[in-house]
């Protein structure tokens, strides 16, 4: 009984501090999900904040949002297709990432 309730607080523990996103920073894998509607302007203050702290010293999450910004400029600049090549890398990123998911808790479920 004792060890039940040991394992539903751990998770439970885990599930919160997922939420409360452990401090204010965001993790790789929140970036990649989270990094499209960020550069759209679609995420809140909080967010936007967190994905800024991560992305100043993370390297690979910097060098993605540089690329999406960039595909995005393009974009508005002149109505260029993007670059298939571009557009896969950043699939197989997120993707990755995701797959990696070693920061969300197991009953999150299906994304
Ligand atoms: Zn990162």
């Not at 297709?81 to 479920?109: K, N």
């Amino acid at each position: 009984m004792s060890r039940l309730t040991t394992t539903m607080t751990t998770r439970l523990t885990t599930a919160m501090m997922w939420l409360m996103g452990r401090g204010d920073e965001a993790s790789c894998a929140e970036v990649a999900r989270h990094l499209q509607s960020y550069l759209d302007g679609h995420t809140d203050a909080t967010q936007v904040r967190r994905i800024e702290k991560h992305l100043e010293h993370c390297r690979r999450c910097g060098l993605e949002a540089r690329t999406y910004r960039e595909i995005k400029g393009a974009l508005s600049r002149r109505g260029a297709p993007v670059d298939p090549a571009a557009a896969a890398r950043l699939t197989a990123f997120g993707q990755s990432l995701l797959a990696a998911g070693g920061d969300r808790p197991d009953d999150e479920g299906p994304a």
